[in-house]
């Protein structure tokens, strides 16, 4: 079945692709592991360079890889030209700390000399999402390239487009043939490329359904995997919060990317003494947003990436409204052309809503009001998703204490959660396991070696 690129914006179909056949894959997964080899032993500073080649030609070409970006999933035009930005801000990182994230540890030991030293796995599969087609590719690609691996990259079916970009990206940057490949293939044959004995290791962003296929087949094959699945993240407002930077940073991260981001903040949850002020002054803030065509700089909300996501989560605002949800303003999808969506606004959510437990993928604001500060940690740790968190207060010190007892991979305190090159992200719970970005995110896919010399 051909993929599509289809522009969310308008329905209509931009291009066709055929997936490739069993002999392309056959050449492709054979290229990575001959590329692998010669690829690793060069220097760290070598391969360190190349990267940071990748992250200039990333710059030079900003524009109009945005432009690939918006067409193909729908993101404002000016997010995607800072996701851009933050695709060579990540190959900037680790072109700067690859020597010292991978130099030798010495251990004492009984030996003369040992310690630990750190070699690459070989050729890495990465299966990716669609939300930040770019992003969520490079945090990857960037530390697995520099420690020395291979990469191939099955991305989601919705964007081949940025997926042939970033291998030109690659190849255009000088990194040698066949060491990063993007595969146009359909999910059913993920789990076999998983058992091919030369690939290593497996990375996946992207739902709990794959997060456990994917997971199965590596934990057949006796493979190393890293999941980064979904999130419910919780924002916490106490009443000593400043409402005004609360608010402010509730609509960004909420709506940012039409709400289709793992680490959008989801579920607010506001004290009693200031729920009522939050949420008409959040309620004004939504009702300014104006969607539009995500090309225009003037527009605040972009459309959903694919029809079927937008049904899925209508479904989901349906259902808890019939549950007892309040509904202040949205909840359906709008009557234009493309697939946007209202941006929603739900109060009095509570157990036993979709609103309250599941992950909603869009732009969909939800308010679950708790009496006192203990209570509002209980409700943000009342899920089985463990991504992000953030706590609003004037206290920092009260703040700290605070995240520190939240059940997530990054808890903020008074700020936007977001992934950083320089600090490790990731989840717990079923938003997965490992660790991408920071000195984790390249030890995942290394073999740390014990070395004992007598």
Same mark, same amino acid.
């Given at each position: 079945?051909?993929?599509?690129?289809?522009?969310?914006?308008?329905?209509?179909?931009?291009?066709?692709?055929?997936?490739?056949?069993?002999?392309?894959?056959?050449?492709?997964?054979?290229?990575?592991?001959?590329?692998?080899?010669?690829?690793?032993?060069?220097?760290?500073?070598?391969?360190?360079?190349?990267?940071?080649?990748?992250?200039?030609?990333?710059?030079?070409?900003?524009?109009?890889?945005?432009?690939?970006?918006?067409?193909?999933?729908?993101?404002?035009?000016?997010?995607?030209?800072?996701?851009?930005?933050?695709?060579?801000?990540?190959?900037?990182?680790?072109?700067?700390?690859?020597?010292?994230?991978?130099?030798?540890?010495?251990?004492?030991?009984?030996?003369?000399?040992?310690?630990?030293?750190?070699?690459?796995?070989?050729?890495?599969?990465?299966?990716?999402?669609?939300?930040?087609?770019?992003?969520?590719?490079?945090?990857?690609?960037?530390?697995?390239?520099?420690?020395?691996?291979?990469?191939?990259?099955?991305?989601?079916?919705?964007?081949?487009?940025?997926?042939?970009?970033?291998?030109?990206?690659?190849?255009?940057?000088?990194?040698?043939?066949?060491?990063?490949?993007?595969?146009?293939?359909?999910?059913?044959?993920?789990?076999?490329?998983?058992?091919?004995?030369?690939?290593?290791?497996?990375?996946?962003?992207?739902?709990?359904?794959?997060?456990?296929?994917?997971?199965?087949?590596?934990?057949?094959?006796?493979?190393?995997?890293?999941?980064?699945?979904?999130?419910?993240?919780?924002? /916490? @407002?106490?009443?000593?919060? $400043?409402?005004?930077? *609360?608010?402010?940073? &509730?609509?960004?991260? +909420? =709506?940012?990317?039409? !709400?289709?981001?793992?680490?959008?903040?989801?579920?607010?949850?506001?004290?009693?003494?200031?729920?009522?002020?939050?949420?008409?002054?959040?309620?004004?803030?939504?009702?300014?947003?104006?969607?539009?065509?995500?090309?225009?700089?003037?527009t605040t909300l972009a459309p959903m990436a694919r029809e079927d996501l937008r049904e899925e989560l209508h479904r989901q605002v349906q259902d808890s409204l019939d549950a007892g949800a309040r509904l202040l303003t949205g909840g359906h999808p709008l009557d234009q052309p493309g697939w946007f969506y209202a941006p929603t606004l739900l109060d009095g959510v509570g157990p036993g809503m979709p609103a309250y437990s599941e992950e909603?993928?869009?732009?969909?604001? /939800? @308010?679950?009001?708790?009496? $006192?500060?203990?209570? *509002?940690?209980?409700? &943000?740790?009342?899920? +089985? =998703?463990?991504?992000? !968190?953030?706590?609003?207060?004037?206290?920092?010190?009260?703040?700290?204490?605070?995240?520190?007892?939240?059940?997530?991979?990054?808890?903020?305190?008074?700020?936007?959660?977001?992934?950083?090159?320089?600090?490790?992200?990731?989840?717990?719970?079923?938003?997965?396991?490992?660790?991408?970005?920071?000195?984790?995110?390249?030890?995942?896919?290394?073999?740390?070696?014990?070395?004992?010399?007598?």
């Amino acid at each position: 079945m051909p993929m599509q690129s289809i522009d969310p914006t308008t329905g209509q179909i931009l291009e066709g692709f055929e997936p490739i056949g069993s002999a392309a894959l056959e050449d492709a997964i054979a290229s990575a592991a001959a590329a692998a080899g010669p690829w690793s032993a060069r220097p760290v500073a070598e391969r360190a360079g190349r990267l940071r080649t990748v992250g200039a030609h990333l710059r030079e070409h900003r524009s109009d890889l945005a432009r690939v970006i918006t067409r193909e999933m729908g993101k404002l035009i000016g997010e995607a030209e800072s996701e851009v930005e933050k695709c060579a801000l990540v190959c900037d990182y680790y072109a700067d700390q690859g020597e010292r994230l991978l130099t030798d540890i010495p251990i004492d030991s009984d030996a003369s000399r040992s310690g630990v030293v750190h070699q690459p796995l070989g050729v890495l599969l990465a299966v990716m999402p669609w939300n930040f087609p770019f992003w969520q590719v490079f945090r990857c690609a960037a530390p697995a390239l520099v420690a020395g691996n291979a990469l191939l990259l099955k991305h989601a079916s919705n964007v081949p487009r940025c997926a042939l970009a970033i291998e030109r990206i690659f190849g255009e940057s000088g990194l040698p043939e066949g060491l990063f490949k993007t595969l146009l293939i359909e999910s059913g044959r993920v789990a076999d490329l998983i058992a091919d004995p030369r690939v290593r290791g497996v990375s996946l962003t992207g739902s709990e359904a794959a997060g456990r296929a994917v997971a199965e087949a590596a934990g057949r094959h006796l493979k190393k995997s890293l999941l980064e699945l979904g999130g419910s993240d919780a924002f /916490v @407002v106490l009443e000593d919060a $400043d409402l005004d930077h *609360a608010v402010e940073t &509730a609509l960004r991260s +909420r =709506f940012m990317n039409a !709400g289709q981001s793992c680490i959008a903040a989801k579920r607010f949850i506001p004290v009693r003494s200031v729920a009522d002020d939050f949420t008409q002054r959040l309620l004004a803030a939504i009702r300014e947003l104006r969607p539009g065509d995500p090309l225009d700089p003037e527009t605040t909300l972009a459309p959903m990436a694919r029809e079927d996501l937008r049904e899925e989560l209508h479904r989901q605002v349906q259902d808890s409204l019939d549950a007892g949800a309040r509904l202040l303003t949205g909840g359906h999808p709008l009557d234009q052309p493309g697939w946007f969506y209202a941006p929603t606004l739900l109060d009095g959510v509570g157990p036993g809503m979709p609103a309250y437990s599941e992950e909603l993928f869009g732009p969909v604001a /939800v @308010v679950i009001r708790a009496e $006192d500060e203990p209570d *509002a940690l209980r409700i &943000a740790n009342d899920t +089985r =998703f463990g991504l992000g !968190g953030s706590v609003w207060t004037l206290d920092t010190e009260r703040g700290e204490r605070f995240a520190r007892a939240m059940d997530c991979g990054a808890a903020f305190v008074n700020g936007l959660v977001k992934s950083d090159p320089r600090l490790p992200f990731g989840g717990v719970k079923d938003s997965g396991y490992g660790r991408e970005l920071g000195a984790p995110g390249i030890q995942e896919f290394l073999n740390a070696k014990t070395l004992w010399i007598g």
